[in-house]
């Protein structure tokens, strides 16, 4: 799925009419600013996750979303179906887990949860939520795809189909196919924001278009807020702010790794952002 650029800005930036999400050459899609920005400036605060992949204990994804996205939902759909859905999620993670945990790896765990999510879903993988996974920065995956990724994505139709986990009652979503799968593997390893103490990893959906640069434009900030229902723990929300001056149409950046790593060896640096990003770190900045 395609999702144009008016789409998702009108789910993800609405917080903030001075940002925008644009087409950037050579990078393919990225944030601009529209307004000066002061050093220390809060750009975007509180911004929730899409998924979470804690170190310490089981994944849980949260099912809250932003406001905007919620209203977009809201506006679509009846309220009461929504909340059903919920509930269905609640009830039948548990089971799901048990089925396609392996070794407390994470990467299939939170392929499932939101495999679960959209196939509970009143609008399945149409929905808000179904728009921001499938608008987030993927890798070009070619067949054959990795066997421990099939591996994985048969214990998950398995799973669902043996519980008959969906809104039909019957089978596993006709979108649910190897070449899904794979996509939301491949969105996973290049989207996931890791903490600075490794403690978690999480995905979160405006933040996912920020592109990467040695010297960032804006610095990322995490604070944990308590639970809001029994599936989390804890939920990391993350803020941006401005690390320097920022000017009109200037793109926002991140870091993607710690500043300390390899900080004398472009070399292995590169190597690093070749094999898990796609590109050179040292032609990129």
Aim: some cysteine.
């Amino acid at each position: 799925m395609t999702v144009p650029l008016p789409l998702i800005n009108a789910l993800l930036t609405k917080e903030s009419s001075s940002i925008a999400i644009v087409s950037i050459a050579e990078k393919g899609r990225g944030v601009i600013t529209t307004s000066f920005r002061k050093r220390g400036d809060v750009v975007l605060a509180n911004m929730q996750p899409l998924a979470i992949a804690y170190r310490s204990h089981k994944t849980c994804l949260p099912w809250t979303l932003p406001p905007e996205i919620l209203q977009y939902d809201q506006a679509r759909i009846d309220l009461q179906k929504s909340q059903d859905a919920r509930k269905e999620f609640e009830e039948k993670w548990p089971q799901i887990l048990n089925r396609v945990q392996d070794n407390d790896r994470q990467y299939p765990i939170l392929a499932a949860q939101i495999a679960l999510r959209l196939t509970v879903e009143p609008a399945g993988n149409q929905s808000a939520y179904g728009f921001i996974i499938a608008a987030l920065c993927a890798p070009k995956i070619e067949k054959p795809f990795p066997s421990a990724w099939m591996h994985d994505y048969n214990r998950l139709v398995d799973a669902l189909n043996q519980e008959r986990y969906t809104s039909s009652g019957h089978s596993a979503p006709s979108w649910l196919t190897p070449t899904w799968y794979a996509a939301i593997i491949g969105r996973l390893h290049l989207n996931l924001i890791q903490a600075t103490d490794s403690s978690f990893s999480a995905l979160y959906g405006f933040a996912s278009f920020l592109n990467h640069n040695r010297e960032p434009s804006l610095l990322v900030d995490f604070h944990h807020r308590a639970p809001n229902h029994d599936l989390i723990q804890d939920v990391p929300l993350l803020s941006l702010r401005a690390a320097r001056d920022i000017h009109p149409n200037e793109e926002l950046t991140i870091s993607y790794i710690s500043e300390h790593f390899h900080q004398d060896n472009q070399a292995k640096r590169d190597e690093y952002f070749l094999h898990n990003y796609g590109f050179v770190e040292s032609s990129s900045c």
